[in-house]
């Protein structure tokens, strides 16, 4: 099976494409590297491709030739933060870029399964598990950006009938993290050897799920016999808080970690709670996660100490 990666050089990307390897399949990325790192992948020269996804000529030249089975749309800018902060931009890369991918699919005779990377923040604020059926009312830029992906595929998915599957991801964490999230932050404070580290909101709640468990989840989809068009939570399905995460990284560091509150992290808008439901994941493809925060974190104070 040929499956075409876009910003497959990324932070998720980086632990989908070993995993489908390990199925046979033959694995071709798209990706500029603005956020991506060539180094994180071991596919030969000849199935990488650094294009902008807003180059609709480029990848549609790279679907044509490579005529992929399943495409794998993760290429996006989705630091809130950042896309808050230049909303022209991310938008323009998160939906225009979404058009070329899905319109230059078209090239495709062989395509016969989308998968597209959404998000959670699709969601609106709730203190309860959200389910897939929930409403969605999303808060920010980069929210509404992918809630815009869901709706161009469901429209690929009517003017084609090829599968296409969305997968709303709530926080990712693990290896090769390219942007200053939660986990990351706290991490590079503690390799610079600070033990006081500067944080943002601490109080807020979130469902933390591991990037092999989402590798994991996502390969399931991939080879199910899901037809239609369908959308997945991928969470873990648990909720921790801020000083919850920074409490494992004492824990397993053996040593005292003091946060001070830098007014300039601290959101404007904050959710208190983000928890997926993933029932409907578990109960279509058999997966269950296997790693918790204590395991993940563990393995990122690991491979720094190497």
Request: hydrophobic share 40%; charged share 25%; aromatic share 8%.
């Amino acid at each position: 099976m040929k499956v075409l990666i876009t910003g497959g050089a990324g932070f998720i990307g980086s632990a989908i494409v070993p995993r489908l390897e390990k199925e046979g399949c033959e694995l071709f990325v798209i990706d500029n590297l603005s956020f991506g790192n060539r180094d994180f992948l071991s596919i030969p020269d000849s199935h990488f491709f650094k294009v902008d996804i807003l180059d609709f000529d480029g990848v549609e030249a790279i679907i044509s030739k490579i005529q992929p089975d399943v495409i794998v749309h993760l290429a996006a800018v989705h630091f809130i933060p950042y896309c808050n902060q230049h909303p022209f931009e991310s938008s323009d890369i998160n939906i225009r870029g979404t058009i070329n991918v899905l319109q230059a699919a078209k090239s495709s005779k062989a395509l016969r399964k989308i998968v597209f990377a959404s998000t959670a923040a699709v969601y609106p604020i709730s203190e309860a598990a959200t389910a897939e059926n929930h409403e969605v009312r999303p808060l920010d830029i980069y929210g509404l950006s992918k809630l815009a992906g869901e709706h161009l595929c469901q429209r690929f998915h009517l003017e084609t009938h090829i599968d296409t599957i969305v997968c709303r991801f709530f926080n990712a964490f693990g290896p090769n993290e390219t942007n200053p999230h939660l986990i990351p932050e706290i991490e590079n404070q503690l390799r610079e050897g600070q033990r006081t580290i500067s944080l943002g909101n601490l109080t807020p709640k979130r469902d933390f799920i591991h990037t092999h468990d989402m590798a994991e989840a996502m390969t399931k989809l991939i080879f199910s016999d899901i037809h239609g068009y369908d959308v997945f939570n991928l969470g873990r399905g648990i909720e921790y808080a801020v000083t919850e995460i920074v409490e494992t990284f004492e824990k397993l560091l053996g040593e005292k970690i003091t946060i001070e509150v830098d007014p300039a992290r601290v959101r404007k808008v904050e959710r208190m709670h983000l928890l997926a439901d993933v029932s409907k994941l578990k109960n279509a493809t058999g997966w269950e996660p296997k790693w918790g925060i204590e395991e993940g974190v563990k393995n990122l104070i690991d491979n720094w100490k190497k």
